[in-house]
């Protein structure tokens, strides 16, 4: 179970956790998934196997059929972003391929025939594009794409057509938050067309001051030129982020920082019961608290693991049966403390 | 600095905080402190050093002129509940007596001529009156005083005239807060005729859920039956609060109970700046934790130690001058942590 975006730190990685490519791809002749009858279904989740295993001359993937995955293993996929939370239900021709170290996922069925999708840590917009370019070539040499000279990739919704690209930088803005600039920097980012969603994609509220920024234009800009753009204002969010942390430790701000920091870790290592709300929202602070080198015993990515690992699925998962929502709370503040105290015993 | 009833544990110590036995005395021919002239008051100064020399048979004592002892100092003195607030203020001719490890003390031109006060530590009515009985004859034996043989003991507040005694328990409450019974159980002693106040006596609100319970009557009852039904009130108390400690640790509430004092812990030991208040609070949940047994690793008398030392007076004290209140409020924290992490350490 490699997920390399969690556990590794990417460049920049103190403000961005993540940086995720997809590509919209649809299959020629073959009705998208919505309209697909139960046999052209069957066929896409066919060319979906001959995938995988053209793949396999690049790095070492598996092919999953989902409905042969239990809805648990599925819901784990989501909370770790290689998965949407709609692939995870209706499962009879969805499909999923997984590279090992789980940097390329493609869900097979999902709104389009492929979802292509690169995850790497940290602010990788080039390396990112780069190998879901490398895969999309593989794919492409196998099967014919849905594509037209004028407009480029056909999609299933019409905000994908051309380009079908889009990239994405998980970011996590603690420093903008504390100074009540956060909304400010946020609503600026609209206006340069990209759009702001919370940590699981659409509609997804945002916890732990953890934000994801795409484009919406897939048509009319090339590849290169929508990730530039979201590299530059990707950029600028950096360099108020970092700003806001300096303020944040200036003489008469750093005790008021350090004491939140410090009570967040107080109640991280000691409570017996939270909900993933306020886990998150203190493992933010706890984060800062690294990042601002208040705290200087912890594992920075152990957070950003916790992060997920903290979610309904995979406490689940550890239990391997369903649990009312009181034990999750009860075995979510285990498992936390007991990572924070490990860490700290193993640093120092 | 003696202060025993901060550091040792008594009986039912854990919800008897410490109990006090206070007489009003005055000397027969000199007008109250209220309405005495500068040479009556001087006279009674004069009193005092002869009371304080007598005491010196029974135990050490050390005598003060308050005039002469610096403000600081004065309200350390009254923070260890030694000297009434109005004992800390108009100085010139106050005294106090003082016995070397604190369960005596003798103010002197308060609002009477004498109060003489015993403290001790948990649930010991019969001996700290017994104590300052002894006290009180010792006094007779060198001063006249104010006597009706009607009446009893005159004083300048009719409420204390009679036995001029006030008998009052500081009790820890946390059981009864948390289970909201707290001000159905004040309110009903009342109706005993008994009096309730807060930590610092008269008007003092409580935090951290410290009250203090004492007779209301002086007049027309015999100080052991003024005692005895006081007692009778205070063993009713202990065992409501002992039923809701029980409740706190069943079943369904346990994991509750465990997570709020652990959060409290957490908090005292990570904290970097911490009003009076707040750790009261928190002290009283660790405290509570330490009496379910839930906490193992910490010293109980530390939290009454604390409940003190992290008082306005005391704080300055140790850094030798007067603070702002958010240099207070850091070092309140530091000294907290401190004291924390140090007893953690001694007994693992």
Same mark, same amino acid.
């Given at each position: 179970? %490699?997920?390399?975006? /969690?556990?590794? =730190? ?27 009858? &139960? ?9 979906? =196997?001959? +995938? ?9 993937? *598996?092919?999953? &059929?989902?409905?042969?995955? !239990?809805?648990?293993? &599925?819901?784990? /996929? ?25 940097? +390329?996922? +493609? ?43 004028? +407009? ?11 380009? %079908?690209?889009? @990239? ?29 969603? @919370?940590?699981? @994609? ?11 920024? #795409? ?16 590299? *530059? ?11 806001? &942390?300096?303020?944040?430790? =200036? ?22 019961? /939270? ?24 594992? *920075? ?7 997920? =690992? ?36 193993? !640093? #120092?």
């Amino acid at each position: 179970m %490699g997920c390399s975006w /969690m556990k590794k =730190e990417g460049p920049e990685g103190d403000i961005v956790l993540g940086t995720r490519v997809r590509l919209a791809r649809n299959f020629a002749k073959l009705p998208f998934p919505a309209t697909a009858n &139960r046999d052209q279904a069957k066929q896409v989740l066919q060319k979906g =196997e001959l +995938i995988a295993e053209k793949l396999g001359e690049l790095t070492d993937v *598996k092919f999953y &059929r989902l409905a042969e995955v !239990d809805k648990l293993e &599925r819901e784990v /996929m989501m909370e770790k972003h290689l998965i949407s939370p709609a692939h995870t239900e209706n499962t009879a021709s969805k499909g999923l391929i997984l590279s090992l170290n789980e940097d +390329i996922s +493609i869900m097979i069925n999902e709104e389009d025939h492929l979802r292509i999708q690169v995850l790497f840590p940290g602010l990788q917009l080039r390396e990112t594009w780069g190998l879901a370019n490398k895969v999309d070539d593989l794919v492409e040499s196998v099967v014919d794409y849905a594509f037209s000279p004028n +407009i480029g990739y056909l999609t299933a919704c019409p905000t994908n057509v051309g380009t %079908g690209m889009r @990239g994405s930088v998980m970011l996590h803005l603690p420093g903008l938050a504390r100074i009540q600039q956060l909304s400010k920097v946020l609503t600026s980012i609209s206006q340069f067309g990209l759009v702001v969603r @919370g940590l699981y @994609g659409e509609g997804s509220k945002s916890f732990g001051n953890i934000y994801q920024i #795409s484009n919406q234009v897939s048509l009319g800009y090339s590849e290169t030129d929508v990730l530039e753009h979201l590299a *530059k204002v990707t950029a600028q969010i950096i360099s108020s982020e970092r700003q806001a &942390r300096q303020y944040l430790i =200036e003489k008469q701000q750093r005790i008021y920082s350090e004491d939140q920091i410090f009570r967040a870790y107080g109640l991280l290592t000691n409570a017996r019961t /939270m909900t993933t709300q306020e886990a998150l929202e203190l493992l933010s602070s706890v984060r800062l608290g690294i990042d601002l080198e208040l705290i200087k015993d912890l594992n *920075k990515n152990l957070l950003k693991e916790l992060m997920v =690992e903290i979610r309904a699925a995979h406490l689940q998962k550890i239990m391997g049966q369903s649990l009312p929502h009181e034990e999750r709370d009860r075995l979510r503040a285990s498992l936390i403390r007991d990572r924070l105290r490990q860490k700290t015993t193993d !640093d #120092s």
